[in-house]
């Protein structure tokens, strides 16, 4: 059984996932979102599960006949990538580690194909937290440039008025604890929406999990590596109020367990910048070993 190393508890500095990415043509491609406004938060309940690729593959056709297929994912799905931000001393991972009530993170992420990130490409500036059992983000759409110079170089950028509140919180978060990118995270999603009543709830699909602790400009060539097993995906339920009946029946006839599961944490851990906790994926047991990690050298 692998040992849960624990750190000294830090007092709190400080999601659910909306539909975003795209089916438009030009500089916007996968990054419109559904609203008129360019600041966007929601809450919402989140549950995760970590399954066998088969059982994914199961599920989703069951999960099918009940929600709409989100109209971006198509059958390959897309790819979601995402820079983290932490302390020096791993602040947000350990936050995460010690389950504390409130803890949030930061992150610039990517819906699509990163090697075609440029300057202007727009991406998300987001501020993920989780308070008791809600989970909140807020973002907001800058030019990849803008948001390179907001968390890297610590300046503000330019941004409408509706913008400023967040902005300045991102910039309040990295100049006075000292943020820096820690990890980046890559991995493909299908999604399913619901419908009718049940409206508001969101089920992902996540897989080919993977990540590095170098080279964190989006476009860059650079090889990432297996974080999660290669015959593992992680399920996510998203839910505003309640998950419905049906599918808490479903996956009780699954016998699919709840897991806490982050992966940034899981970045983190897989590159050896922190000790292993008991939520890490094993990538060294007997029913695993054969999926361990390995270099990708694709996107």
Not at 245 to 256: I, V
């Amino acid at each position: 059984m692998l040992k849960r190393f624990r750190k000294p508890a830090v007092s709190a500095a400080g999601s659910g996932d909306q539909p975003v990415p795209g089916a438009e043509t030009g500089g916007d491609l996968g990054h419109r979102l559904r609203a008129p406004s360019r600041l966007h938060a929601f809450n919402r309940y989140e549950i995760k599960y970590l399954v066998d690729a088969a059982e994914a593959a199961a599920l989703r056709e069951e999960i099918e006949q009940r929600l709409d297929r989100d109209h971006h994912s198509g059958d390959q799905g897309y790819g979601i990538w995402s820079v983290y931000y932490d302390t020096r001393q791993l602040r947000f991972y350990w936050e995460k580690i010690e389950g504390l009530k409130f803890r949030r993170k930061l992150r610039i992420r990517h819906y699509g194909d990163r090697f075609a990130v440029q300057d202007g490409t727009p991406v998300f500036v987001e501020i993920k937290q989780r308070i008791n059992r809600v989970t909140q983000k807020r973002r907001v759409r800058l030019p990849y440039r803008d948001a390179l110079r907001l968390c890297d170089r610590r300046e503000m950028v330019e941004h409408e008025p509706s913008q400023a509140a967040f902005l300045e919180e991102v910039l309040d978060l990295v100049l006075r604890l000292d943020l820096r990118a820690v990890a980046m995270t890559g991995y493909q999603r299908h999604a399913y929406m619901g419908r009718d009543a049940d409206v508001g709830l969101r089920v992902t699909f996540d897989q080919r999990i993977r990540g590095r602790d170098r080279d964190f400009h989006l476009g860059a060539d650079s090889e990432n590596r297996l974080i999660v097993p290669a015959r593992k995906s992680i399920v996510e339920v998203k839910a505003n109020e309640r998950v419905p009946y049906w599918l808490t029946d479903l996956t009780a006839k699954r016998n699919l367990q709840v897991v806490r599961v982050s992966k940034y944490c899981q970045s983190v851990e897989a590159h050896g910048l922190a000790p292993r906790s008991i939520f890490h994926v094993p990538d060294h047991d007997h029913d695993l070993g054969r999926d361990r990690p390995t270099v990708l050298s694709e996107a």
